[in-house]
């Protein structure tokens, strides 16, 4: 059913899932200020929480459980929100988001994205699908580079700013285990700081694609990859250490994810990453076990 001006839709909740690069390569920088990549992205089960109720007046507005996350059109979640009613020709319509946020922020897990991406589902939802998927993920590219693979979700190869995605095989079974150093990291500062690094080494995304297909853990494991690791910054000696006491924890594999400063270990069962967890979260504030989700659009 599909809303008139004077109903208003009922409220809804949502997940909005974190991601892990599992290589991450910049191809080229470009004219438009942005830089091409090549990345291979899961979705994991560390989410926020969301909901969304409408309000009256024509207030859009975002409620966090972090103080410092901004309320207003500076969250994704909000901008996402303003581009679902006009492109559903509801502009005008008050609403709140309560957003209860388990992803760290300045992780490189796209936690805002995520939630941008939970808000165009959920309002898509709510208003009876009026936009397709293709409509979905073209507006969350507007929204922000790692918005369409959150709208997405599962296994996919991201080109192009990040927005441009092949689905690939799952992962076979495996568990994560994500730490983050106590700082955060801006990610335009990092692509900066990358532009005027000189790139030695790429992932091997050609092997990793095959390894997906062929579901060999240990042959992914070994060639995940990340250029930001490689950029000179202090703070990757910290990344650096996260990575070792990961694989000193029986990690098959680590890397950090996205810009920093999340760092993730591939595990190969739940007891095993249950185990290093525990050990890890003596050193780590933000500690925790992730599985693997799926595609979350059809
Ligand atoms: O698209 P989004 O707003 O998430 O990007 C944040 C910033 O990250 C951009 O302003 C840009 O500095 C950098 N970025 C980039 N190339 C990409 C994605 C992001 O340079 N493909």
Not at 78 to 88: D, G, H
Not at 119 to 142: D, H, I, K, M
Not at 186 to 203: A, V
Request: proline share 5%; hydrophobic share 40%.
């Amino acid at each position: 059913m599909l809303l008139n001006k004077t109903n208003a839709f009922a409220p809804v909740t949502e997940k909005a899932y974190a991601k892990l690069n599992i290589s991450l390569d910049v191809t080229a920088r470009r004219d438009d200020g942005y830089h091409d990549m090549l990345m291979v992205m899961q979705t994991v089960s560390l989410c926020d929480e969301l909901s969304i109720t409408p309000e009256p007046g024509e207030r859009v507005w975002a409620v966090t459980s972090l103080p410092y996350v901004p309320g207003d059109a500076r969250n994704l979640a909000v901008r996402a929100a303003l581009k679902f009613l006009e492109l559903a020709d509801d502009q005008g319509r008050g609403m709140k988001i309560t957003l209860r946020k388990h992803i760290p922020v300045g992780a490189g897990m796209a936690g805002g994205s995520a939630d941008a991406a939970a808000v165009l589902r959920a309002l898509n939802r709510a208003y009876g699908f009026p936009l397709s998927s293709e409509q979905l993920l073209a507006a969350g590219e507007t929204v922000g580079s790692d918005v369409a693979f959150c709208l997405r979700g599962g296994t996919a190869l991201a080109a192009g700013r990040g927005e441009k995605l092949t689905p690939l095989p799952s992962l076979p079974p495996c568990r994560f285990v994500i730490c983050k150093p106590d700082f955060s990291i801006s990610t335009p500062e990092l692509f900066r700081k990358l532009d005027n690094t000189k790139m030695n080494c790429h992932p091997d995304t050609e092997g990793i694609l095959a390894a997906l297909s062929a579901g060999d853990l240990d042959g992914l494991c070994r060639r995940m990859y990340n250029v930001f690791e490689d950029v000179d910054d202090r703070r990757m000696r910290t990344v650096s250490a996260a990575k070792g006491a990961l694989l000193d924890c029986g990690a098959l594999g680590a890397l950090m994810t996205g810009t920093g400063s999340a760092v993730f270990g591939v595990f190969r069962d739940d007891e095993s990453a249950r185990l290093a967890c525990e050990n890890l979260k003596k050193e780590y504030r933000f500690c925790c076990v992730a599985e693997a989700i799926g595609p979350l659009l059809d």
